[in-house]
């Protein structure tokens, strides 16, 4: 500016500078500094200043921010730790319990299956000891009745008897 009013006053050069429009110049930039000094200036400042706060407090709460948000993810990744382990825990407890009740099931069968087993010979052996005692009384009734044929004549009760006894151990003897 300073340079354009010495070109405009003055039909000569940069070298050409006159006083009086130099001082007019100084004094005119020092009123003008002045009345901006007194009136801009401080709201410039404080415009600034209000700028840089603002700018401040954003950085700060950005910060926060992503410190909180930090904060958050690390304890996201702990309850999603938290809840894989526990899902662990339970599907190995769930396995646990399924082969305790196989194993309880398996158990219980196979006491069931001896005991079945047990009763299964008790009455095996109680059919074959009705069938022995039914075989020795037909044997028996048979002897008496060949017997009978071959002496032609009737034997009495106690006769019948020791018959009988003989026959049965010479079958035993046999059998």
């Keep these: 500016m300073l340079t354009a009013v010495i070109l405009a006053a003055g039909k000569g050069g940069l070298t050409d500078v006159q006083p009086a429009t130099f001082v007019w110049a100084l004094v005119t930039f020092f009123v003008a500094f002045i009345a901006l000094k007194k009136a801009a200036w401080p709201m410039l400042l404080e415009k600034m200043e209000e700028r840089e706060v603002t700018i401040r407090e954003g950085l700060e709460k950005a910060a926060a921010a992503e410190k909180r948000a930090t904060e958050l993810v690390e304890r996201q990744e702990s309850i999603l730790q938290e809840a894989r382990d526990e899902a662990q825990k339970l599907l190995a407890d769930s396995r646990a319990a399924a082969e305790n009740i196989k194993s309880e099931t398996l158990a219980a069968a196979q006491s069931e299956i001896a005991v079945e087993k047990e009763r299964a010979k008790k009455e095996i052996h109680l059919e074959r000891a009705k069938a022995v005692e039914e075989l020795r009384r037909t044997s028996v009734d048979l002897t008496l009745q060949a017997a009978g044929k071959l002496i032609e004549r009737d034997l009495n009760?106690?006769?019948?008897?020791?018959?009988?006894?003989?026959?049965?151990?010479?079958?035993?003897?046999?059998a």
């Design 157 to 174: 009760d106690d006769d019948h008897r020791r018959l009988a006894a003989e026959v049965i151990s010479q079958v035993e003897t046999i």
